[in-house]
């Protein structure tokens, strides 16, 4: 049990477009789904916290414009990347809880994200 | 702002060594995570500690968090080829405003 899907698994995308990365619970409701960044060979950043029907909390310094986070249902959490440019290329990772806390979170495969 | 570091930034032992990371934080935090990524994967939580001087066992590794809350370790004893990883510590500092992962300790381990 405990799967977490991320869709797509990598995405190539021109400057200026939107981008719109799918996290699911598989097998499990999850209340609570994280956003994570993490750019190659370096270390991971949480970007934002979403609550199944309330709005997100962004971590400091993340755009919430520019990273828009959808928490529609109990299993389905999506991360768009808008108006993208070449430094947005990242690998994005999202987690997801039953609770409210990213201890009990199980982790997607990521998505890379190359924006030309 | 909120810095957390990490000692050594990589590690080579010998299958059966022990291995010790360290994480050090600018300021005191509220709690310390542990995770782990494989090459190539996604992280993966190990755990969380809370409480000042708090030690926990999980089989072979030790965690440990500092009785000031500002630095933790992570302690495997005997290591094997599955340990091979990154492991990265972070944490939120006490006003609650910044959730800071650390770069990261990378282990090989040599058959």
């Known amino acids: 049990g405990a799967v977490v899907s991320q869709h797509p698994s990598r995405v190539i995308c021109k400057s200026g477009t939107s981008v719109k990365i799918e996290c699911r619970s598989l097998?499990?409701?999850?209340?609570?789904m994280f956003w994570y960044r993490q750019f190659p060979k370096q270390s991971l950043m949480l970007m934002a916290t979403?609550?199944?029907?309330?709005?997100?909390?962004?971590e400091q310094g993340v755009e919430k414009d520019k990273f828009l986070i959808n928490h529609a249902s109990l299993t389905l959490s999506t991360l768009t990347v808008t108006s993208a440019h070449p430094e947005d290329s990242s690998f994005y990772i999202c987690?997801?809880?039953?609770?409210?806390?990213?201890?009990?979170?199980?982790f997607g495969q990521g998505t890379r994200l190359t924006v030309v | 702002g909120q810095q957390v570091m990490q000692i050594p930034q990589y590690q080579h032992v010998q299958e059966g060594e022990d291995f010790t990371t360290y994480c050090n934080s600018s300021?005191?935090?509220?709690?310390i995570q542990w995770y782990k990524q494989r090459p190539g994967g996604h992280p993966v939580f190990l755990i969380q500690?809370?409480?000042?001087?708090e030690v926990k066992k999980q089989k072979r590794l030790t965690f440990q968090f500092g009785e000031a809350k500002k630095n933790s370790s992570l302690h495997i004893t005997a290591t094997q080829t599955t340990d091979v990883g990154t492991y990265f510590c972070?944490?939120?500092?006490?006003?609650?405003?910044?959730?800071?992962f650390g770069p990261g300790t990378r282990l090989s381990v040599l058959p």
């Open positions: 987690s997801a809880s039953r609770g409210a806390l990213n201890t009990e979170a199980f």
């Open positions: 097998d499990f409701q999850a209340t609570t």
């Open positions: 979403s609550n199944e029907g309330s709005k997100a909390t962004y």
């Open positions: 300021t005191t935090l509220s709690n």
């Open positions: 500690l809370v409480k000042s001087g």
């Open positions: 972070a944490g939120r500092d006490n006003y609650g405003q910044n959730f800071v």
